[in-house]
């Protein structure tokens, strides 16, 4: 008999702010009939902004106050600590890895700094490779004065990393050295001014990029093409925002998460406190709008759906709450699905299968 998504046992791991729980990254046993969660465990950790899955679902890697942290992920979703590794700089605000998990990339939002890390092979964070400091002014003096990195994210061709810098309205595009950890810009992708781009997702063929603007609210899809010396050529396809036309005034754009199986996109909206959800479009990457409804919490910093698609969880910063709902995707409706969930400060959500191979 063929096991289906309800069939799979799932954890979630939530990352948070520590200023007064020393554990900063939360397990929780996912119950996927009931749309809810179950704690099971936490670690302690100091600042988790943001955490990450290795591509081989073996490791998970996060952010912390002195730099980036290490973990084996157990049979049962529980972390076991691996080591810790310096990032010669302020906290980061994002992670992730290279497709063959070789190296590790953070973005540093307070410094403007990019770091390139070596990984090994049982998992540990190696020595530095790289560093880049971006450079510039902004056009916002009250927000946008100097560089911010606020994502680094590898194309699927495992060539080239991007990383969006939110101060300079830009993303960066490196060709990364697989011998050497060092990164060579070889192209600058320019967003609207004043706009802020926030996360970048890749849909699973590698032919289209997704860009998340904070401060607009709006979403960039981008088309990708390789027309010269196997450099990709971004061309912007269409531009679609995050809000209702009746959102509340000074609403910020925030999370960028796909769906386990990439049908559907999700992304969250502070000030206005609500979840948007778009389908994906098969044939050309273009989004289309099925839902933007409240979360009831503040500042959903992220939002992800349950891996069956029935059920969506929003990250409430600053209210410290989780909220869960039962969605409909067909009709567009999301309705609230119990209590809410009280996690202080929670940051980004991975949703893990257990015995995945």
């Known amino acids: 008999m063929a096991v289906t998504t309800k069939d799979k046992r799932y954890v979630a791991y939530v990352s948070t702010y520590t200023t007064g729980d020393k554990k900063g990254i939360k397990i929780f046993d996912v119950d996927m009939k009931k749309g809810r969660f179950t704690e099971k465990d936490a670690v302690e950790i100091t600042n988790s902004s943001y955490v990450t899955i290795s591509h081989n679902h073996k490791f998970l890697y996060s952010i912390t106050d002195f730099g980036v942290e290490s973990y084996v992920i157990r049979e049962d979703g529980s972390l076991k600590t691996l080591n810790k590794a310096s990032i010669n700089g302020m906290r980061g605000c994002y992670l992730s890895t290279d497709y063959e998990d070789k190296f590790l990339f953070v973005a540093g939002w307070h410094d403007g700094k990019i770091t390139v890390l070596k990984l090994k092979k049982n998992g540990e964070i190696g020595e530095i490779t790289e560093e880049i400091f971006h450079k510039g002014l902004g056009s916002i003096a009250e927000r946008n004065f100097r560089p911010h990195v606020s994502c680094v994210k590898m194309t699927r061709d495992n060539k080239f990393l991007c990383a969006a810098d939110l101060g300079m309205d830009i993303i960066d595009v490196y060709l990364l ?65 995050t809000l209702n036309d009746y959102h509340a005034t000074g609403s910020a754009a925030s999370a960028l998460t796909f769906s386990l199986d990439h049908h559907y996109l999700v992304s969250s909206n502070a000030g206005d406190n609500s979840v948007i959800i778009f389908r994906i479009d098969e044939k050309d990457g273009t989004l289309n709008k099925i839902l933007c409804l409240p979360v009831s919490g503040e500042y959903p910093k992220d939002a992800a759906l349950f891996p069956d698609n029935k059920h969506l969880v929003a990250l409430n910063n600053d209210s410290g709450t989780l909220t869960f709902f039962n969605v409909d995707l067909k009709t567009g409706l999301l309705v609230m699905n119990g209590p809410e969930m009280k996690v202080d400060q929670p940051n980004c959500i991975i949703f893990h299968e257990l015995d995945a191979e």
């Open 177 to 241: 050295d697989h011998r050497t950890g060092k990164l060579k810009l070889m192209d600058v992708v320019h967003s609207e001014q004043e706009s802020a781009p926030r996360h970048i997702k890749f849909s699973t063929d590698g032919h289209y990029m997704y860009v998340v603007h904070e401060l607009k609210n709006f979403i960039d899809v981008y088309s990708i093409t390789y027309p010269k010396e196997n450099v990709p050529e971004f061309e912007k396809i269409q531009t679609i925002s």
